[in-house]
């Protein structure tokens, strides 16, 4: 079995990168104290080669992650009996760019004067480098027309594309009430094998709205797949593919290459007061679009103090908090006042619910600080936490949410790119802004 290569965003050295900047603080510390520069542009050194091995040409780190093979002493693969997974690389491309050379964000720094030389807009690209062969397609429940498609679909991708397809029990077992015919499609047994099921997949197609997405993304405790949303909800965020051209785009993405967005997710630790330490938590729930604090059934306030990179944020008092990804700014933190944001732009949003306080405004805050939320032992009632809209968790006084940025992202296919998908998003699932255009016979300036 051969070592699957791609390349994933610097997000996952941002530890290690961390660490390489103490170790350095603490070499030019040293310096200063007994003169030893010669150790410390070693040091500098070794952190500028580490930055090349971690970080790929067009500002990507590149990753090798062995998944159908194990290595031996010899730094060989060793083959088993699974089925040989796809790979892909991504990489930036930049809109209307036609060779191969990528423009990048160029710093310079001139008499005392920071100026930013060359600015690109970029677009993540993912180009196989082998043929997919695993498809899993996951679907809304108790919904005719999704379950029409789903057949039709499974039809399609079998005798045309060749490939082998999962699909849920549930699924699964409808296909056959309906025809012997589809006893090839493949399904799992407990969560064990869900939890092997990124090495066998190659793509996920999700018939449905926004929240199949977040199912499917749920399924995936580590990395996920490239996703393939098609509309078959009522509002779509996240959904940007149409089901009538469900053959021309499965053949399209197929071929590659094709853009893609990553979607952030949350990574929760529920942290009890009896723990002796931090280490000792409750297993992560990864979150795709928000975590929610809030009062539940209680008449009283929330009261919770946050803190972010252990610096004391402030105390909720209202109804609740919401922690979101930038994905999720158009759910429920955008009900509760806080602002859209692009889907691409790493950050955590800080968005109360219902404060009582006047100047208590949403924040966006960077996508590598750990944020807190803990209930104090003053506190009048119990708050409740739940994740992506489940999983509901009761945090007692004492009780600690600790969130922060997951290292897997959720790549998601895009129909035409990032920005226009996004744009298209908020104008057709929210109206936004629309207005009848002023007309233009009237008072004039001279």
């Given at each position: 079995m051969g070592m699957i290569r791609f390349m994933l965003p610097c997000l996952f050295c941002l530890e290690n990168c961390k660490?390489?900047?103490?170790?350095?603080?603490?070499?030019?510390?040293?310096?200063?104290?007994?003169?030893?520069?010669?150790?410390?542009?070693?040091?500098?050194?070794?952190?500028?080669?580490?930055?090349?091995?971690?970080?790929?040409?067009?500002?990507?780190?590149?990753?090798?992650?062995?998944?159908?093979?194990?290595?031996?002493?010899?730094?060989?693969?060793?083959?088993?009996?699974?089925?040989?997974?796809?790979s892909f690389k991504l990489s930036w491309c930049c809109k209307g760019d036609q060779s191969d050379q990528h423009k990048h964000d160029i710093v310079s720094f001139e008499r005392g004067n920071i100026t930013t030389a060359e600015r690109s807009s970029k677009q993540i690209s993912l180009k196989w480098e082998s043929q997919p062969q695993t498809v899993i397609i996951l679907t809304k429940p108790n919904s005719t027309s999704v379950r029409i498609l789903c057949a039709e679909m499974v039809r399609w991708l079998r005798e045309q594309k060749k490939l082998d397809i999962y699909v849920e029990p549930r699924v699964r077992a409808e296909l056959l009430t309906e025809s012997s015919y589809y006893n090839f499609v493949h399904t799992w047994k407990g969560e064990t094998e869900i939890m092997l099921l990124h090495t066998k997949v190659d793509l996920v197609v999700t018939l449905g709205g926004d929240g199949t997405v977040l199912w499917a993304a749920s399924m995936f405790k580590g990395p996920v797949p490239p996703v393939v949303p098609f509309s078959l909800g009522s509002l779509g965020f996240m959904t940007p593919f149409h089901s009538e051209r469900y053959q021309e785009y499965l053949d399209s993405i197929l071929k590659g290459p094709i853009s893609i967005t990553l979607r952030h997710r949350l990574q929760c630790h529920v942290i009890r007061e009896a723990a002796k330490n931090e280490y000792e938590t409750e297993g992560p729930i990864l979150v795709l679009n928000e975590v929610t604090i809030d009062r539940g059934i209680s008449s009283y306030l929330t009261n919770l103090e946050c803190y972010c990179d252990n610096s004391f944020v402030t105390c909720v008092q209202g109804d609740g908090l919401i922690l979101s990804t930038t994905s999720g700014s158009t759910a429920y933190s955008l009900a509760a006042g806080g602002s859209m944001v692009h889907p691409q732009v790493p950050g955590i949003l800080f968005t109360p619910i219902c404060p009582h306080s006047l100047s208590f405004r949403?924040?966006?805050?960077?996508?590598?600080?750990?944020?807190?939320?803990?209930?104090?032992?003053?506190?009048?009632?119990?708050?409740?936490?739940?994740?992506?809209?489940?999983?509901?968790?009761?945090?007692?006084?004492?009780?600690?949410?600790?969130?922060?940025?997951?290292?897997?992202?959720?790549?998601?296919?895009?129909?035409?790119?990032?920005?226009?998908?996004?744009?298209?998003?908020?104008?057709?699932?929210?109206?936004?802004?629309?207005?009848?255009t002023q007309s233009f016979d009237g008072p004039r300036d001279a």
């Open positions: 660490e390489r900047d103490r170790k350095i603080s603490e070499e030019q510390s040293h310096r200063e104290n007994n003169g030893d520069d010669e150790r410390t542009e070693n040091l500098a050194s070794r952190s500028n080669e580490q930055s090349e091995q971690c970080c790929g040409s067009n500002g990507i780190c590149s990753h090798e992650v062995l998944r159908d093979g194990d290595r031996d002493s010899a730094s060989k693969v060793v083959p088993n009996k699974c089925a040989r997974k796809a949403p924040l966006i805050l960077p996508e590598h600080v750990t944020l807190r939320v803990q209930v104090p032992f003053n506190s009048r009632s119990h708050a409740w936490a739940s994740f992506d809209g489940k999983d509901r968790k009761r945090l007692a006084a004492g009780d600690a949410l600790v969130c922060s940025m997951a290292p897997w992202p959720v790549p998601t296919a895009c129909q035409v790119d990032s920005t226009s998908d996004f744009l298209n998003s908020i104008h057709d699932g929210l109206h936004w802004n629309l207005r009848k």
